[in-house]
């Protein structure tokens, strides 16, 4: 079993930042694979962003290029998503989740963590 904690979410005003983290524990951080994903009201859950197990691969979902930086620190148990020039849509849940296979199906998720962008 992995467990999932998130924080750093909040309200931020158009084009501010924010950085949300994942702290994990339970099994070994370092062989799996993290990735975090995002639902808003009305909309199902889409990718944002996964990091290899060490980190030496990252892929972004499309909206959120430039924007968005994934990363983990295997010595600490903890990924870290930095969300800068947020825009309105960005607004949503946002949950981290562990996979035991890069580009598999992830078997561990958060509770999420909401992030709310006003115009």
């Known amino acids: 079993q992995v467990q999932l904690v998130e924080s750093g979410g909040g309200l931020v005003q158009a084009g501010g930042s924010l950085r949300l983290s994942c702290a994990a524990s339970g099994r070994t951080f370092s062989n799996y694979a993290m990735g975090w994903f995002r639902q808003a009201p009305g909309k199902e859950r889409e990718f944002v962003a996964a990091i290899s197990e060490r980190g030496g691969i990252t892929k972004y979902a499309d909206s959120v290029k430039g924007r968005f930086t994934i990363s983990r620190d295997n010595t600490r148990n903890m990924v870290v998503l930095q969300m800068n020039s947020l825009k309105p849509e960005d607004t949503a849940t946002y949950y981290c989740?562990?996979?035991?296979?890069?580009?598999?199906?992830?078997?561990?998720w958060g509770q999420g963590t909401q992030v709310t962008v006003s115009s």
């Open positions: 989740a562990a996979s035991a296979v890069w580009r598999g199906n992830y078997d561990y």
